[in-house]
């Protein structure tokens, strides 16, 4: 199979002159209360289909709901519930059967990201949710939905990243997670062959500003949810991504890429890895300017310590019990 990040189109090709009709359709979308999520779900509006918008936070798919019906969308259900637990998934995709007789598009945008050296993480019980929300809470949802999606010649929609390519510096733990989505879906193109198509989108580093979300602290002690507004690194914004995102699924396209240059450090890590490594940028949040900084922390983010922020190198952290260097060998 051709590496797809080396497609110059992502993807497209002769599908690209068809577009599915989504008015009356059925689309469920996780993590819709925010971000991309919820731009994803005005996208559908637009073209009339059926939403069922999940989150954890329900308060909060209230007014999303109220918007989406403005937009065209035909009807709109909002559920609670927690991706990462199967049971909750097995609900909601039940709840949308009952309902609505059918299953689509499943549009799967839940995410969590963290902005520390993976040595200073102090607690190591916060690396099972970085897994669990951006890799199991992509995998059950698409397990429980998989038949339905087979019954309809349905697709599903996966908001992946490109640091699952191209690591970034205090990103580790989520470009790990990321990754193993894409390779999970790339596998799963093989089982379901032309019964359910699958759209991999990746985004190039988006800055957050923050509000009451949840982010995972540098002390690794404490988590809170993640509540962005996404902003690309080349001056886009979430929303026209989102719009990238729902037509390239409607085309059906296999990937939806941008920008679509960041293919260039796809080829710079191959074919130069050690280069690549020893000169890459430092990490995004370290160009946050003072008045920027004061903001991301007020809105609940967490910036790095002046420690961290020295250098795109993490200070290094001494083994217990040999904490002196090495005596010299003896020649």
């Keep these: 199979m051709a590496n797809p990040l080396l497609h110059p189109w992502g993807g497209v090709g002769l599908q690209g002159l068809y577009r599915e009709n989504m008015e009356n359709k059925v689309v469920v979308i996780t993590g819709a209360s925010s971000a991309i999520g919820e731009q994803i ?27 989406c019906r403005v937009l065209g969308a035909k009807q709109v259900l909002i559920i609670a519930a927690d991706v990462v ?31 520390f050296y993976f040595e200073e993480a102090s607690d190591t019980s916060i690396f099972p949710h970085m897994m669990d929300i951006n890799f199991w809470g992509n995998v059950y949802p698409t397990y429980v939905a998989l038949p ?12 992946a990243s490109v640091e699952s390519w191209l690591p970034m510096p205090r990103m580790s733990l989520y470009a790990a997670a990321k990754a193993a989505v894409i390779n999970f879906y790339e596998s799963l193109r093989f089982e379901v062959k032309d019964d359910v198509g699958i759209t991999i989108a990746t985004h190039g580093w988006v800055g957050s500003e923050l509000s009451s979300g949840r982010i995972m602290l540098e002390e690794g002690a404490e988590m809170q949810w993640k509540e962005e507004r996404e902003v690309p690194l080349t001056g886009g914004h979430v929303e026209e991504f989102a719009k990238m995102m729902v037509a390239g699924a409607c085309r059906g396209d296999a990937y939806v890429k941008n920008p679509s240059w960041y293919d260039i450090f796809l080829l710079y890590r191959v074919f130069r890895p050690r280069r690549s490594r020893l000169d890459f940028p430092p990490a995004p949040l370290d160009h946050l300017e003072p008045e920027r900084e004061e903001a991301f922390a007020s809105r609940g983010g967490v910036v790095a310590s002046p420690r961290t922020r020295a250098g795109p190198k993490a200070p290094s952290r001494l083994l217990p019990g040999f904490s002196d260097p090495a005596p010299a060998a003896e020649e």
């Design 148 to 159: 339905y999606l087979r019954q309809s010649r349905g697709r599903i929609l996966v908001n």
């Design 85 to 115: 637990k199967e049971e909750d998934c097995k609900r909601f995709i039940s709840d949308t059967i009952s309902y609505f007789g059918q299953l689509n598009h499943l549009v799967n945008t839940a995410s969590l990201g963290h902005t």
């Design 41 to 67: 779900a005005y996208e559908y509006a637009r073209r009339k289909a059926n939403l069922v918008l999940v989150a954890r936070r329900e308060h909060r798919l209230f007014g999303i709901r109220e918007n």
